[in-house]
């Protein structure tokens, strides 16, 4: 598995916008791609203007070859990247270790 981390920097003033954009373009485009697993947004507390994206990805090309190259990226782009103050920096991690979860 591959997560993908997208740190996402959006217009002033646009979050209420840009948070109904993304999940809209995630439950509707991106969700089609081969081997899309899951997905978070986060939204940083210190800075309105910043999410985190994390999209799981069975195996990289799925990504960056059959969703980055292919028709699904041009749909997703225009629902997303008019809130964009810059492009996002994107990284893609394999999993190392993972921790179970304790319940409060």
């Known amino acids: 598995m591959i997560l993908e981390l997208a ?14 954009a993304i999940t809209r373009a995630l439950t509707t485009v991106a969700s089609q791609a081969q081997g899309m697993m899951g997905w978070n947004v986060n939204k940083s507390v210190e800075s309105p203007e ?13 990504h960056t070859v059959g969703f980055r190259q292919g ?12 809130f964009f103050a810059q492009p996002p920096m994107v990284e893609h991690f394999e999993l190392v270790g993972k921790s179970v979860g304790k319940s409060d």
């Open 71 to 82: 028709p699904l990226f041009v749909q997703w782009r225009a629902i997303i990247g008019p």
């Open 50 to 62: 910043r999410y985190v994206l994390q999209i799981f990805w069975h195996r990289l090309e799925d």
């Open 7 to 20: 740190d996402i920097r959006i217009l002033p003033g646009q979050q209420a916008g840009f948070e109904e």
